[in-house]
């Protein structure tokens, strides 16, 4: 099986890799405070899916280091609460797994067809981009 991580990364980034394996053996109380942070986060989320403590702290440290190499030296903007919420609610509206026409799509969401019109635009906006 593969790591799902290594999949991300170019093959030739032998550093990144180096600290993938090693990443059991990296102290994140001696990174940067946001790393830091962040990687409690995802080990409290870890845990909660029921990783013990040694496994979540690896897998948490792991994601950070692959964060901070996609992201590292950028702004990122995260949203959070309803503009989290709506986020995922217009990516859902566009994948529509279950192949709803717009009426049912605005009756579904609680939106007028307009605004599912314009969710659907932007949405097909940012995933050709993407591409």
Known sequence: MTDPQRDLLPPDNAELSALLDN????????????????????????????????????????IIIVLAHHFGGRMVYLPQDEKLTAALRDAGIWRNPEGLNVRELAARHNLSTAQIYGILREQRDINRDRQ
């Open 23 to 62: 990443a059991a053996s990296i102290d994140p109380r001696v990174w940067p405070r946001t790393l830091s942070e962040l990687v409690e986060v995802y080990v409290d989320y870890f845990r909660r899916a029921g990783l013990d403590a040694a496994a979540a702290l690896i897998q948490a440290k792991g």
